[in-house]
């Protein structure tokens, strides 16, 4: 059989969609068919496939043709590209992981909190991070000799705070002051000075506003304010206060708040213990021993699991997870859980919408009035102010059009995050009590009968219970 036109009438040619696979097929089924290894060969290369030939599999095919009618063979190979590996920030040293450094329980149920006083100081021209670039890929080969274009890694960005620098290249950031190293909310690294008080916060102090860190080693009075754009460490305990902190808050004793004050903050809360008090974090409630009868809210998650971890009514709100050894007692004191709520997210999502439909019309006038000046341009009648007013109204248009995308971008990143309630879910490491009430999305469930070492979460369109793992 002369190869090329005999073979054409019987075997197909098809390509996987990149060109990295090459399949023939039989076309015409005929038992008689013969053909060499040269021949077939010769056929493939008369369909540009030159790279990654799978000789055994070609040698098969000539001498027992009729085992590869019946189906789509792959004949030859190529070379699948390798992504390249996306860059990163290398940080000169360990930045604190507020999940790693849990407090230390002794057998009585103390908690050492040494170690959350522990700083990370840096001095004025101080290495803080640097940024390694991405490593690139390797381009694959397709089965025709083209080169299969590599999945290229992704470059990593600084996320800038107050007080830090970077070199002229961007590729290194360093202290701008001496202070200590604090991530405030979104990831961004800072240097804050730190103010120290010792003692109380009491009418001998006052009320603080400091652009730092401020560490208290006393106690914060009621009806005082602490003020913080970095974090507030505070070795005694909290009173009907107030305090706010850009990062994070955390209180060695704990938090007796009378149902007065709050503690805020733009990272995470930790306190031994929270007793009619109001706390919100952007992130993270840590507490080791109890919550009870208190407000608390977190953009993530609340953890009560020390010895005690016990959470009695008030209403707990988190973004994603609670976590307790115990909720609700013997006297089925109501006590509300509910996960997968962040109401920042979602004020924030209406007001973007909002801002969305005034741009749009924004976009539409502006439009409209280019499209009236162009039309008198174009017959020459474009007086030297209505040239002024077509350059500004230009100008205006990019700048509406440009924060339009940013917006865009914004609603579609918290339309997903509000998808996400795969991760909106109840722990409870030993037990909860009737009176309870779970409630995840839109969703209720009210806890009538005890319960021990369980889970719940949303599923097809309830609230499940499933054993604590």
Known sequence: MTA??????????????????????????????????DELMLFLRSHQIQHGIEKGVISRIASHPEEYMFSRTPVAIGEQPVSGKDGYIEYAFKLRDEHDHRPQETEDGK?????????NNVIKGQLIAKRIPPEPGKPGTAVTGEPIPFKPGKEAYFK??????????????????DGLVTTTEKGKINVFPVYEVNGDVDYSVGNIDFVGTVVIRGNVLTGFRVKAAGDIRVVG???G?????????????????????????????????????????GEDVIVSQSIMH????????????????????????????????????????????????????????????????????????????LNLLNQLASTGQLSSDKIALRLKLNAT?????????????????IEKTLEETVKA?????????????????????????????????????????????
Request: hydrophobic share 35%; aromatic share 6%; net charge neutral.
């Open 397 to 413: 248009k990019k700048s509406t059009q440009r924060e339009q995308d940013e917006v865009r971008e914004r609603i579609f990143e």
């Open 241 to 281: 206060a107030e305090l706010e902190a850009e990062g994070s808050i955390e209180i060695t004793s704990g938090i007796i708040g009378y149902n007065k004050g709050s503690v805020r903050a733009g990272k995470n809360v930790r306190s031994s213990f929270i007793q009619d008090g109001n706390v919100v974090a």
């Open 111 to 119: 908690v050492n909190f040494k170690e959350l006083l522990s700083l």
């Open 294 to 369: 208190s407000n608390i809210r977190a953009g993530k998650n609340i953890i009560c699991n020390g010895t005690k971890g016990l959470i009695v009514g008030g209403s707990i709100q988190a973004g994603e997870r609670v976590t307790a050894r115990t909720i609700g007692n013997t006297m089925s004191t109501t006590t509300s859980i509910e996960v997968g709520v962040q109401p920042e997210l979602r004020n924030e999502l209406t007001e973007l919408r909002l801002r969305s439909k005034q741009l749009m019309e924004a976009l539409d006038k502006a439009d409209k009035a």
């Open 425 to 469: 879910r109840v722990d409870i490491i030993k037990k909860i009590y009737g009176g309870s009430k779970i409630v995840i999305g839109r969703y209720t469930r009210f806890i009538k009968d005890p319960a021990e070492r369980v889970s719940f979460y949303f599923h097809e369109g309830d609230i499940t219970m499933i054993p604590y793992i």
């Open 160 to 177: 800038v705070g107050k007080n830090v620098v970077l070199d002229p290249e961007q590729t290194a950031m360093y202290a701008a002051i």
């Open 4 to 37: 090329q036109l005999g073979l054409d009438s019987y075997l197909n040619v098809t390509f996987s969609d990149d060109k990295s696979v090459a399949y023939i097929q039989f076309s015409k089924r005929d038992e008689s068919f013969k053909c060499t290894e």
């Open 237 to 239: 305990g909290v009173e």
